[in-house]
């Protein structure tokens, strides 16, 4: 795999020349953590790309066709058609009255303090389950890759840490920005190939492909089965089936209008029309390559077979697998060292959206109320903040390992961002009455609910079968309580209820008061943050 | 940007003027509908494959199912109401536009 590390070390050689420039170009607050609001619309466009399409997609959606066939392709059309809500309701308003955070928006007619400490906790809790996620993903590449070069497990993850950090500390927005819009455009061009191969493999002929894709054979409890894997029902089936698959959709409808990562790519840009134009970029990015997944993730199931996959690398490794068949070692090199710096790039979309909240939201506005102690003191908590987050991230993915699906355990950050986030956001754009009490109340019963329910669902809990190879092992040991492993259902509407009732039950006049600026602002753009000068 | 002392009113004068609330009606009429129409098209995917395998297991095309033709759709109608955002977006800059402006020659920027 020597091929793999120079194609990956030729990747960390030009992104870190971009964080070296772009640490020159960084003067300031706007600098660091909005790249000076000066990224064009293509730019953020496959930034947000860059930052969205991460190892959950790339190796875990095509894992979950490869495997469950058409119930896994569910996950690709969920996150591609989220756009659309952050399209209509949410970029432009969110560019117009917000300047670093999430928390800005709500803090714009709200009590500033409360809603900004609990915006920053919901901020650090979906980075986190992104960010074990991503560590998961990385993981399974170099148990597959690279054992053979003496690289292990942790050492690979200590390095992807460390890169990250030194992309954030020193780079800043504008280097991860570049990092991401570079990566954006390997991945794409990645998964063209990877397309084509399939497709020539079956000499163009689509029916064919489709064909075999309705008759894979594998082996379930010892015995060969044969599925189709253009039907629905392989992954969800009754009784919760279907409950699973709507919570699934919401989840994504309204998670990732509230991932911060995500929301904070629409300050980077000088104006909310920039900020719409660059959603509709993403959109394209976005949707053509989920429509990719399905072909490499059923090309996957056809032409490597689940059973190779599950015992070569697991889930995970089902396009990378595909890549090695198709194309040989030298593709699988290339593939590999792709998926490789998507991690890199997402990891560190995660770290500067979480480090700014720390130090924007709470350092700032929260413990200093809103003045800096001396200038520059934000950006240098940011950078302390992406420090710890990445040490943190190291040492709780050297303490997981790679275990379960990375598509599955990325729709628990979406879970909580759903939940607990998007709820507060919309009602603080949209609704003249909202106020702090119904923010606060609908935030923690969003978090706390969307946390309960996952950890007593069945992805943390159930008994594990003994001597199952491939299989996923349960951190606790008894049947689930809730049955469904989609919290969304149930988290979304109970954040929303919290929001509403927490609003009716209290009056604010101050909050009404200032709606009427905000609706101002988020619509005509009127004392939006404008871009910096060089 | 009104100056702080006079903001409340200056603000909510905008908000009351005649342009901005027209500007919101346009903005409501393209945006609720979009909205509710795709949250109830996607919906209709989990609902169906959820509630009625069987009938989204029918083959349509070669052994290419309506779920998968169902689930391809939603990418094309996700482009399409993209591109009529952008198209409806454009007049609501113009409106925005227009009013920036009046309010640039009542009160010149300082």
Request: hydrophobic letters at 55%.
């Amino acid at each position: 795999m020597t091929l793999a590390l120079a194609i990956f070390a030729a990747f960390i050689a030009s992104t870190l020349a971009i964080t070296f420039w772009a640490a020159r170009r960084s003067r300031g607050a706007s600098a660091y953590f909005a790249a000076g609001r000066r990224i064009t619309a293509w730019q953020n466009g496959f930034a947000v790309a860059g930052d969205f399409m991460s190892a959950a997609s790339f190796l875990g959606v095509v894992g979950l066709i490869a495997l469950q066939g058409f119930d896994g392709f569910l996950y690709a059309v969920g996150g591609f058609v989220a756009y659309v809500t952050i399209l209509l309701l949410i970029a432009e308003p969110l560019r117009n009255t917000g300047k670093y955070t999430m928390g800005d928006v709500l803090a714009y007619r709200l009590r500033p303090r409360p809603v900004r400490a609990l915006a920053a906790i919901s901020t650090l809790t979906t980075v986190v389950f992104y960010m074990i996620t991503q560590m998961v993903g990385a993981g399974a590449l170099v148990g597959l890759l690279l054992a053979d070069s003496g690289v292990t497990y942790n050492q690979a993850v200590i390095g992807v840490g460390i890169l990250m950090m030194i992309y954030v500390i020193f780079g800043g927005m504008l280097a991860t920005t570049w990092v991401q819009i570079i990566k954006a455009m390997l991945l794409s061009a990645c998964a063209v190939v990877l397309t084509l191969l399939v497709l020539a493999h079956f000499h163009f002929h689509l029916l064919d492909f489709f064909a075999a894709a309705s008759q894979v054979m594998y082996q379930q409890n010892g015995e060969t089965v044969v599925r189709d894997f253009l039907q629905p029902g392989l992954r969800y089936r009754p009784p919760h089936g279907p409950l699973d698959l709507i919570s699934l959709g919401l989840i994504f409808v309204f998670g990732t209008a509230g991932l911060p990562h995500i929301l904070v790519k629409f300050y980077t840009v000088p104006d909310a029309k920039t900020a719409r134009n660059s959603v509709v970029w993403a959109m394209i990015l976005i949707g053509s390559f989920y429509v990719m997944t399905s072909v490499l993730g059923l090309g996957a199931a056809v032409i490597v077979g689940p059973d190779y996959v599950v015992t070569h690398g697991g889930t995970n490794m089902s396009g990378i697998l595909l890549a090695q068949t198709l194309g040989g070692n030298v593709f699988l090199a290339i593939v590999s060292a792709v998926a490789f710096a998507t991690i890199l790039a997402v990891v560190a979309g995660l770290t500067i959206s979480a480090s700014t909240s720390f130090a924007h939201d709470f350092w700032i506005n929260v413990v200093h109320h809103g003045r800096e102690a001396h200038s520059g003191e934000a950006v240098l908590v940011a950078r302390i903040a992406a420090l710890v987050v990445g040490a943190v991230s190291i040492a709780i993915a050297i303490g997981l390992g790679p275990t379960s699906n990375a598509g599955i355990l990325g729709t628990f950050g979406m879970a909580v961002a759903a939940s607990a986030n998007f709820p507060v956001l919309l009602l603080s754009i949209f609704w003249r009455r909202f106020n702090t009490a119904g923010a606060i109340s609908g935030m923690s019963v969003g978090l706390l609910s969307a946390l309960v329910l996952i950890v007593a669902g069945p992805n943390f809990m159930g008994i594990d079968a003994a001597n199952v190879t491939g299989a996923v092992h349960h951190l606790i040991q008894a049947n689930p309580w809730f049955p469904l492993e989609n919290v969304g259902i149930l988290s979304v509407p109970l954040g929303f209820m919290a929001a509403i009732i927490g609003t009716l039950l209290s009056g604010e006049p101050d909050a009404e008061a200032k709606f009427n600026e905000l609706m101002v602002r988020a619509n005509i753009g009127l004392g939006a943050e404008k871009a910096s000068g060089h | 940007m009104p100056s702080d002392s006079d903001s409340h009113n200056e603000w909510d004068r905008v908000a009351s003027s005649a342009q901005f609330r027209d500007l919101m009606a346009i903005k409501k009429v393209f945006i609720v509908p979009a909205f509710l129409f795709f949250l109830l098209y996607y919906f209709l995917l989990p609902v169906l494959v959820g509630y009625a395998p069987k009938l989204m297991s029918t083959r349509v095309i070669g052994t290419m199912t309506l779920a998968y033709v169902f689930a391809l759709s939603q990418f094309v109608v996700g482009w399409l109401i993209a591109w009529l955002y952008l198209k409806a977006a454009a007049r609501f800059d113009s409106l925005a536009e227009d009013i920036l402006e009046d309010l640039n020659r009542q009160e010149p920027p300082a």
